[in-house]
């Protein structure tokens, strides 16, 4: 009989649709799943003289495969590049010196790494400062002097201070693209012997994350495939690494800051939610079961959020819903060992608010669902949505 508490679920990046290199897996955490096959069948409509219908054909499989996870760093960035089309995290930035200085707008170096490798629009964690409003999340909207500084467009207090303090200033970005990102997955039942379920040719089609009060930071990803089957050894190169070593953190840990419109909001956040949705395409020629090709379509970025219902929110929030105002939304995550992330939609429009009143001794929310769209933001390119991180 197999155990839950013994199932190891794994990917590993294929070299081309449904083909995987001689590598090893990675382990990513779970706290549940499906991982089907899913039959396509058609019935015959010939006619038989006793009343029963007549046989039943396979024409075709739709594997699918789903998992939901307790968020930690790292161990969901390759599907959460994928959802979002994106072709690489790339390099982090990595500045750590004694002659950076700032003011209202600007933050410089004197001497050392410059600025210049880091894209307009993206998103950079600086740390060190005296002042703690020149500290934080910064949205870089120019380079300056041939990368010898950057303006932001968040301003979060900055003021002046001269350089002294050792300040450090770090991170990557990827923001959706044309990328059509597949993976082998496998799930082996280790209190059996050699007995594994895998898969080829899965591509994202979601990605979601959802905080809410008094809980762990959760999520969910889900695939579509080109094929699924039963294996007797580990597929790739049949070794399996472990998940990255990092802990899972509640929304009072791991939840950092909502930025509307440039501006972190000071009222109470009672829950957030992001989901990423990349709609896939299976398609096969004649004479095949399993799908020869894999189109993905465009990435569609929606959430919610709910606030209480008061001065700031009727005056800010329930305006922006009535007069259909697109502004930037963005949402920072400080994680185990201090890494970050930072979830930016350039323009977005508050879409629906249900305006319920929930009765006696209740309080009014305001619950909020958004939809993104694409806005000028890294290096001058509309980009539908831009995630930034920070691994420390």
Known sequence: MADANRIQVSYLAESSFGVLPSSAFRAFPITGGSFATGINTVRSSQIRDDA???????????????????????????????????????TQLAVSETTISANSTTISIASGTPFSSVPVGSWVYVDGFTESGNNGWKRVATIT????????????????????????????????GTASDSYGLQQQYQDLT?????MLGARVNTFSLSQTPSGIITGNVAFDAKDRYQ????????SVTDAYDQDVVSEVDGFESL???????????????????????????????????????????????????DASTYDDLDLDLQNFTKQPIAFTLN??????????????????????????????????????????????????????????
């Open 335 to 392: 994680m185990q060992n201090s890494d970050r992330y930072c979830f930016e939609m350039p323009s977005c429009a508050l879409t629906a608010e249900p305006a319920t009143n929930g009765g006696v001794d209740t309080d009014i929310m305001l619950s909020f669902d958004f939809s993104a769209e694409p806005a000028t933001s890294v290096g001058g390119v509309e980009k539908t949505i831009v995630v930034s991180r920070v691994i420390a």
């Open 52 to 90: 029963q219908q007549a046989d039943m054909k396979r024409v075709g499989i739709s594997p699918t495969a789903s998992f939901d996870f307790e968020f930690s760093a790292q161990n969901y960035d390759e599907f959460l590049k994928s959802a979002m089309r994106s072709s690489a995290w790339g």
């Open 259 to 309: 930025i509307i419109n440039n501006t972190t909001v000071s009222y109470d956040v009672m829950d957030l939610s992001i989901n990423i949705s990349t709609p896939n395409r299976p398609a096969k020629g004649l004479g095949s079961l399993k799908a020869t090709r894999m189109p993905q379509g465009a990435v569609d970025v929606t959430g919610s959020f709910s606030v209480y219902l």
């Open 145 to 176: 002097g041939s990368g010898a500084g950057f303006t932001v467009s968040n301003n979060g207090g900055m003021t002046t201070e001269s350089a002294g303090d050792t300040v450090t200033v770090k991170g990557v970005s990827i923001s959706n």
């Open 231 to 238: 294996a007797s050894s580990g597929q790739g190169n049949g």
């Open 194 to 198: 050699n007995k594994y379920h895998a």
